[in-house]
């Protein structure tokens, strides 16, 4: 398995990325934001996921401004087509120009610009960006989690306090029957955004349903770690980015506590 011990990067090296990461992803959400209100191109690529123009424009400006920052540098995308060299690569970029584009196209303000640095198959940098809702998540390994610029923290607790998990209904269902005049969180379009909530402890937990990918989940994992939480799959197993699958399955992320309560929970009632 893949270990961060493994890939050498200084705290030099990091911070200089962590700017230039900071400042290619302002410069893609303020693309993604003037095109979110103008008519735009749209195609489903494989079975039904939708892509627009912007998807692929965002795309494109990220590439340019961290491909040729860091050509030695692997890179995964959801909009671009796999090159299976990253996977020797010490450091890989893992992007999702535009996630929840669904949202996006429906004019929801629950989209964002998620990107990621790998190493080791672990996330080192990280950056969520919701341009609609002027929420920028940044996580820097060993150093943090913050949103606009203020630290944040899972919550605390082990309690189980519906409104506030966030996930597929039967996921958050099966941890057991809700009080009387309980209900469940509004859907978040973009899975990266609820998982860097969890993060901030507006939500206590939030799972994933089991059809994401790497650039879903590698810049949410380090924000929701940086800020004291978990996240890993039902069973507690930690995720690892930049293998030749980068299929996952279902995942859970809260505070540690909380977190720890729910992965013994789904160990009793395992889902299959």
Not at 32 to 60: C, H, Q, Y
Not at 173 to 200: C, F, N
Not at 204 to 209: E, H, L, S, T
Request: no cysteine.
């Amino acid at each position: 398995m893949p270990d961060a011990e493994r890939t050498s990067i200084s705290d030099e090296i990091l911070t200089r990325d962590a700017t230039l990461l900071r400042d290619a992803v302002e410069k893609a959400a303020d693309l993604a934001l003037r095109m979110f209100e103008t008519e735009l191109k749209t195609w489903t690529k494989g079975a039904s996921s939708p892509v627009s123009e912007a998807d692929i424009a965002v795309n494109n400006l990220i590439e340019e401004r961290l491909r040729s920052a860091t050509p030695d540098y692997g890179w995964l995308s959801e909009e671009s087509a796999d090159d299976p060299t990253r996977i020797g690569k010490a450091l890989t970029w893992v992007v999702d120009p535009i996630d929840g584009t669904r949202a996006y196209l429906a004019k929801k303000l629950d989209w964002s610009v998620s990107v990621a640095l790998v190493g080791g198959g672990v996330p080192l940098l990280a950056a969520v960006l919701a341009p609609a809702s002027e929420q920028f998540f940044f996580a820097i390994k060993g150093r943090g989690a913050r949103l606009n610029d203020k630290s944040i923290a899972a919550a605390p607790g082990a309690e189980i306090n519906f409104p506030k998990i966030a996930g597929p209904k039967p996921l958050v269902e099966r941890l057991g029957a809700m009080a009387e005049g309980e209900g469940l969180h509004p859907r978040i379009g973009s899975l990266a955004l609820r998982l860097a909530r969890v993060g901030e402890g507006t939500l206590d937990a939030a799972f994933a349903g089991g059809n994401s990918r790497d650039w879903d989940l590698a810049a949410a994992d380090l924000i929701v770690h940086e800020a004291g939480g978990k996240m890993t799959t039902l069973a507690g197993e930690p995720l690892v980015y930049n293998s030749a699958d980068v299929r996952h399955g279902l995942l859970v992320a809260a505070g540690r506590t909380r977190h720890k309560h729910i992965v013994e929970h789904f160990r009793r009632h395992p889902v299959y």
